[in-house]
């Protein structure tokens, strides 16, 4: 049973982390860190504002969590 649980988390968490969100995320915690560092988890999606995009969200997310360790 715990396989089955482990498989269909994998299998859902997958798509979850290739969006553009996630790609905006890494983006910015890269460019503070540098291209080698680890990329913590990307966090959930916050609302996206009027004039913006997710990716742009996500470099702003990465960018502050690469600030704050």
Known sequence: MRKLLLAVL????????ADEFCDGFEEGYKTIKGDVAFVPFCPFEPFTPYGSTPFREGIKAGIAAALKR
């Open 10 to 17: 994998l299998l859902t968490a997958s798509p979850a982390l």
